[in-house]
């Protein structure tokens, strides 16, 4: 890439700067969610989910330079075995219910502007949230979903 389209990406994509127990805490959610990825029977995925957590266990209480040595190496191990295809929630983007059906909108089911009392008074996203500004997630006008990183923008 062109370092000054890396430098503009860099720019627009927030930096976090995670403390260090952070950062095992998203290790560690990856690394099961990998596993899920892998696994499909879910006894065999316990079991493998307490080992994953023994081995996590293990290193809790080491010095910092070994700390920050081992988080380097699962996360290096956790790039090792990305699936190819992750598993993702059948209503995400990526899955095999998304947008299946979505809600009509209120003005298709009723033209003359008379809503019923018990009508919902929400507009939802594509994954079927509801769109809160707030959030960012707000689905108002037009939604990009990508679905090679199964995401939505």
């Known amino acids: 890439m062109n370092p000054t389209f890396r ?3 860099d720019q627009w994509r927030q930096r976090l700067n995670l403390s260090h127990p952070q950062e095992v805490c998203r290790l560690y959610r990856k690394s099961l969610k990998l596993l899920n990825s892998w696994v499909i029977d879910r006894i065999i ?3 493998e989910a307490t080992l994953l ?3 996590f266990d293990d290193n809790k209480a080491v010095n910092s330079a070994a700390a920050s ?4 190496e699962g996360q290096e191990e956790a790039f ?4 190819p295809d992750p598993y993702c929630v059948p209503w995400m983007p990526g899955g095999s219910l ?3 059906n979505p ?5 298709v089911c009723f033209p003359d502007g008379n809503y019923p009392e018990d009508a919902p008074k929400v507009t939802f996203n594509p994954d079927m949230s509801v769109c809160k500004p707030e959030t ?3 689905a108002v006008g037009q939604v990009i979903v990508d679905f090679s990183t199964k995401s939505m923008t």
């Open 7 to 9: 430098a503009a990406g």
């Open 45 to 47: 995925f316990n079991e």
């Open 53 to 55: 957590r023994a081995r």
């Open 69 to 72: 040595r081992l988080l380097r």
């Open 80 to 83: 090792e075995f990305m699936h």
């Open 98 to 100: 998304f947008m299946r």
């Open 103 to 107: 809600p009509p909108p209120l003005v």
């Open 136 to 138: 960012g997630k707000s």
